[in-house]
Structure formats: C-alpha cells, structure tokens
C-alpha cells in the first residue's frame, strides 16, 4: 500500500514510565487526537510493580492487603479500562494503541480486540511459539497460561465520528514475571488457568526494547499507517 494514502502514526519507546503519569498522557492524547491537534500513537513502555483494577471491578481478586502492596512497593490503580484486575511491572512490554476508529461510521469494536490479539500470536509464531485465543477470555494464550492480557476503553469522539482508543495490551516477556507480579492478584479474574512469559516459552533472554521494535511491523500489518518516530519523556 502506498504510504503515501496512509495516516502517520507516532511510535514510541520508554523504559520506565510510572502508570499514574502514562494514564494522564493518555488522557491528553486521546483529547488531542479527537480535536485534530495531536497525530495517533503506539506507545510502549515498562511500569514500575502495579496492579490495575478495570470495570469489572472485582477488589476481591486482589490477594494483598494496603500495608503489604506498601511494603512490596507496588502501586494500585482503579481505572476505566475494560476488564478485571492485572499486573504491570519491569519485564512487561506495554502497548498503548490511540487510534481513531469508526470514522467511516463502520465500527468493530470486537474486531479492533482480535486485531491486537492477532498482533501478539503473529510475533509469537515468528520465535516458533503457537499462541492462540480462548474462548470466552480477552487476550493471547500459550496453551492455558496467558502470555498477553488486553484491556482497552473505547473514548467516544466529540468532535468526529466514532471512537479513540486507550488503554492496550500487556505483553509478559520476562522470566519470573508471572511468579513474582501475579502471585499477588487473580489474574483478569480467572482462577483456573495460570500466566508465562515470552522467556519461558522460548527459554531465550530477550531485552524489552528489542522486543518493541521487532513487534512494531506485525503491529502495522494489523493496523495499516505510515509509522513515524514519536517522542514522549517521562515528564511528559
């Protein structure tokens, strides 16, 4: 496809961004995106130790009490995203997709989630790992561990047609992360079915940032732009 029929897309890459901080930038971003002042983004990016707790709102999934999240140093948040309770932490590659969707009046909301899942099974398959979906959960899976939870908020556009996405996916790659972040809650609410890694199904050490770059073409195979360097501080 020609890029030059393409809409640009930012694409960024940060190290370590506290949530608090990154739910505010996204925040700013979906406004500027529906006001036409700011161009659409991938973000992706590392937390500090966090867990998030979505609209489903199950506080009892949480398996840690305030005094023991303080000594552990892991922050909570309750926050507008779709879904139950998750982790977020060093070893965890985290994309924000801020998309515009529906302009057309033509809105998939179900299609744009099996479109992020098939982002991560596509990357999955190129190191030789058979990811694939669940019936009846959100998310990538390796057999019945989950290596990609997804859980996003459709932000309904007041000045255009249709929808800005927030929130996205949370990508284990870190051997370890899903004994150490996860032993904490319930993961997304399901009791009966465990968590891996990118680490342990490939037994390989992988870093985060080389990780976001070689997702970046399967990303853009699923979602068609012309990707453009991005930049957002930790200050932003």
């Not at 925040?27 to 161009?39: L, M």
């Not at 867990?51 to 398996?63: D, F, V």
């Not at 490939?202 to 853009?220: M, N, Q």
Request: glycine share 12%.
């Amino acid at each position: 496809m020609d890029n030059l029929n393409l809409s640009k897309l930012e694409i960024s890459y940060l190290p370590l961004m506290e949530y608090g901080a990154a739910w505010e930038l996204q925040k700013e971003a979906v406004q500027g995106i529906d006001a036409g002042t700011a161009s659409e983004r991938l973000i992706l990016l590392q937390h500090p130790p966090t867990y998030t707790i979505g609209s489903q709102n199950h506080p009892e999934h949480l398996l840690l009490s305030v005094e023991q999240l303080g000594k552990q140093g892991i922050a909570l948040f309750e926050i507008d995203r779709g879904g139950d309770i998750t982790y977020h932490g060093p070893g965890q590659l985290v994309g924000y997709p801020l998309l515009k969707l529906g302009e057309d009046g033509k809105v998939d909301l179900h299609g744009y989630l099996r479109r992020l899942e098939a982002v991560i099974i596509a990357f999955l398959a190129s190191h030789g790992i058979s990811g694939t979906r669940k019936q009846g959960y959100t998310g990538v899976w390796v057999g019945d561990e989950k290596i990609c939870a997804i859980g996003v908020k459709f932000n309904k556009s007041k000045f255009r047609r249709g929808f800005i996405t927030s929130h996205g996916f949370a990508f284990n790659i870190s051997a370890g992360i899903s004994q150490s972040g996860f032993s904490g809650i319930i993961p997304c609410g399901i009791a009966e079915y465990g968590v891996t890694s990118l680490e342990e199904c490939t037994g390989r050490s992988f870093g985060l940032e080389s990780v976001a770059s070689e997702l970046v073409p399967y990303f853009l195979q699923q979602f068609p732009y012309e990707a453009v360097a991005g930049v957002v501080s930790a200050a932003e």
